[in-house]
């Protein structure tokens, strides 16, 4: 008779997370146990100087107040935003609650001292990539998210979705990104190419809940 894997309330259950890379990422990174969860750091703790930093903007029309927008931007589960031919989601660990959450679960509105680990298809599934960023502000007056990448991944620096009225009603949704690595080949040449795609994949997304 095989018995089912039992599962302590602190450890990770790899079975429910869906992508290669993601797995991959919780192994080399010691995050098999929630408790190590509460032990990661972003890349902007302190004062982050972006002299050096390289810099990609996106923006986005919605044809929709700019309420509504902000409304979808907050309730929208990562599971729903991360997912498409570039993006998939592997799981966010919450570090007011010291709950991780899969792809199943209520992940809840956004908030700061959210950590979601994604999967990046970065070549047809040939290559993919597992990238993890913390939910840093969520400025409800002036309408922005503040997202930092992990400390020891690929890239450092932080990104901001911000939302902004139109005088004819609609809203502009800006995605800034301030970026670096240790290749400039991949700072200058690729990553401003997949991030674009992996950008608009993911407020496309966003776009669908809004239009129903």
């Excluded at 599971?79 to 989601?89: K, N, Y």
């Excluded at 002036?142 to 609609?170: N, V």
Aim: charged share 25%; glycine share 8%; aromatic share 10%.
């Amino acid at each position: 008779m095989q018995l089912s894997k039992i599962f302590s309330k602190d450890q990770i259950d790899l079975s429910k997370i869906r992508h290669k890379a993601v797995k991959k990422f919780i192994h080399t990174k010691g995050l098999l146990q929630l408790s190590s969860f509460a032990d990661l750091i972003h890349s902007c703790s302190g004062i982050v100087d972006i002299t050096n930093y390289n810099r990609h903007l996106k923006t986005f029309s919605f044809n929709e107040t700019i309420e509504k927008v902000w409304n979808a931007y907050k309730t929208i589960g990562p599971e729903e935003t991360c997912t498409g031919s570039m993006l998939g989601f592997g799981l966010q660990y919450s570090r007011r609650n010291h709950i991780v959450t899969y792809h199943e679960d209520d992940h809840g509105t956004i908030e700061v001292g959210q950590i979601i680990i994604l999967n990046l298809n970065l070549l047809w599934n040939v290559a993919c990539l597992a990238v993890g960023h913390e939910i840093t502000e969520v400025n409800e007056d002036e309408k922005f998210i503040k997202m930092c990448y992990l400390e020891g991944g690929a890239s450092k620096g932080y990104q901001f979705i911000r939302l902004r009225e139109m005088p004819d009603g609609t809203t502009e949704v800006a995605h800034e990104t301030f970026y670096k690595s240790n290749s400039d080949f991949r700072d200058k040449q690729l990553y401003p190419l997949l991030h674009g795609r992996i950008v608009t994949e993911f407020h496309r997304n966003v776009e669908k809940r809004l239009i129903g």
